[in-house]
């Protein structure tokens, strides 16, 4: 058997036991009730997600239906956890992720599900179970289906754990994490009363310290943050392209008392490929400290008195702070004109500061985070008595690679678009006729935008308008039109293009020797995330 630390196909016992090895076999049979796929999910799939023992594989997907037919074998090596202590003592959980993939090829998190798989070592033909996976934001809480899961150690442990004592050990952990829980709870109300005895004014302000994750599960926002180091990434600038890529879905107000407001997990946007503003920051700031930058999720507002809004700083000695947009992936300093006006409160994994001052105004304010004056911290100690209750085999999430193949991906995407503009021109009774040497010049162009908006600094691109004025014949004219997604769905790149009253004027271009260009870059990341450049491009002969 190939030595991977995780497998998503059957694999015969018989090799299995001559790999040496002992591995976690987590196999789902079947799924049931997806009640929300009994209609008007034509073309869309859903494909299963597993994360366990700090290892991530995915299933097959299959078609979303009310019973869809999952059929996935997954495999976890455990080898290392014997070396380190018992099987029994280990604490990282199986979490099931579900993600509903439309013909379009949108994504969207369905539910999760978490599974304490230890139940299975008592158990000698393995553990059975129909688990229910329970759906996120609007649908939190609220059953979305059940999957059949079958648990079990293989090759089978040489002595089998008593029932009596695998119940007492998770017991005991139960109630060790209900405590922990209770006595941090105790004491966030009373810093909570403390903070707001300070100034009436403390109530207004947006200061967060716990939310939801998307298994419905109440955490410290501390808990939610976690280094993040990647051979993928660069660096930070590479890691802030990285996150700005991901599509954007809706967001839910982080200082807002709605019961359905939810920030999701980093392996839930990841596996998603889709978050909202927040799970983009804890992301950031994840990968941000994974470069060792005091890096801080912020809670604050783009306008005074404004809907809450959350973005990620950085702190050097000596210097001013720099702000970070997960979403867009610009960068600003106080010399910059903000598009952030307060600051309530910020928090990393290893701490949590609410800002104490007169104003929160971030033109006003001092960043001096561990100043008792400006700024009232949450106990250190509280938090890392929160943190030992994490899974921290599950938080070191390992990115992948991209699977992308960028020129083949281009290639296509160009002659889709080419007829998707010849078929917009005969609407216009307008002929089609293609310049492939200008084509070819607009690829240093895409080139020099990536390079800036990766390196975020300015690219000269002479050598681009140089070759332009080379190549385009006296007395023509010369129009570009440069867009950058996402994604490579060719209709919807078509439709923004064309919301464009530049790109549909020069599409529809008419005149003499009219000659057409287009040219497609796509600059892949870890985890399939892109960067898809398109230019468009005409020439034709000035008529006075």
């Known amino acids: 058997m190939t030595c991977k630390s995780s497998q998503n196909h059957y694999v015969p016992l018989a090799e299995l036991e001559s790999s040496g090895r002992r591995f976690l076999q987590v196999a789902i049979t079947q799924g049931r009730a997806f009640i929300d796929d009994m209609e008007n999910n034509e073309g869309a799939t859903i494909q299963i997600h597993a994360l366990c023992l ?37 604490q990282s959980k199986l979490l099931l992720t579900l ?22 070592l008592d158990q000698g033909e393995g553990l059975k179970l129909n688990q229910e996976i329970t759906g996120t934001k609007s649908d939190c809480g609220v059953s979305v289906g059940l999957l059949t899961i079958r648990i079990r150690v293989l090759p089978g442990l040489r002595k089998k754990i008593p029932g009596e004592v695998l119940k007492s050990q998770l017991s005991m952990e139960h109630d060790r994490k209900l405590e922990r829980e209770r006595l941090f709870l105790m004491y966030s109300k009373q810093w909570w009363n403390e903070y707001l005895s300070l100034r009436e004014t403390h109530s207004e302000r947006l200061v967060k310290i716990f939310t939801e994750d998307e298994t419905g599960t109440t955490q410290m926002v501390c808990m939610m943050v976690a280094p993040l180091r990647s051979s993928l990434i660069d660096s930070p600038r590479h890691a802030t392209r990285f996150v700005s890529q991901i599509p954007c879905t809706p967001r839910h107000v982080p200082g807002g008392t709605s019961t359905t407001e939810q920030w999701t997990s980093l392996h839930a946007l990841i596996v998603a490929n889709s978050g909202d503003v927040e799970s983009h920051c804890l992301l950031l700031c ?7 930058l005091d890096s801080y999720v912020c809670v604050g507002c783009r306008h005074k008195g404004g809907a809450a809004h959350v973005w990620v700083m950085t702190l050097a000695e000596g210097a001013a702070p720099t702000f970070w947009d997960a979403i867009t992936g610009q960068r600003f300093t106080n010399e910059d004109t903000l598009p952030y006006r307060t600051i309530d409160c910020v928090f990393n994994d290893k701490a949590f500061f609410a800002n104490t001052q007169p104003s929160n ?6 960043f001096t985070l561990r100043d008792p004056v400006h700024w009232k911290a949450v106990s250190e100690d509280a938090i890392l008595s929160m943190r030992s209750s994490l899974d921290h085999l599950n938080m070191n999430l390992i990115l992948n690679p991209h699977t992308i193949d960028p020129h083949h991906t281009a290639s296509t995407l160009e002659h889709q678009l080419k007829r998707l503009v010849r078929e917009e021109r005969e609407k216009h009774d307008l002929s089609t006729h293609w310049n492939h040497e200008l084509s070819h010049l607009l690829q240093p162009a895409l080139s020099a935008y990536e390079l800036e908006r990766t390196a975020g600094v300015n690219v000269s691109n002479e050598d681009f308008q140089h070759a332009v004025r080379h190549a385009v014949p006296k007395g023509f004219t010369f129009k570009g039109y440069p867009a ?37 870059r796509i600059y892949p990341y870890a985890e399939n995330v892109l960067a898809c450049w398109v230019m468009f491009a005409c020439q034709y002969r000035c008529v006075l």
């Open 54 to 90: 700090g290892k991530r594989t995915s299933g097959k997907p299959v078609a979303a239906c009310c019973d869809p037919p999952f059929e996935d074998t997954f495999y976890f090596c455990v080898d290392q956890v014997e070396k380190q202590g018992s099987l029994l003592t280990c």
């Open 484 to 520: 950058q997604f996402n994604h490579t769905n060719v209709r919807h790149i078509f439709r923004e293009c064309m919301r464009s009253e530049v790109c549909s004027d020069l599409i529809t271009s008419h005149g003499d020797e009219v000659e057409l260009a287009v040219k497609v």
């Open 361 to 366: 105004s971030i033109s006003k304010m001092k």
């Open 286 to 292: 994840s990968l941000l400290l994974g470069f060792h």
């Open 99 to 120: 993600v509903r993939t439309s013909h379009a090829g949108n994504k969207q998190l369905l539910g999760s599900s978490v599974v304490d798989w230890r139940r299975c």
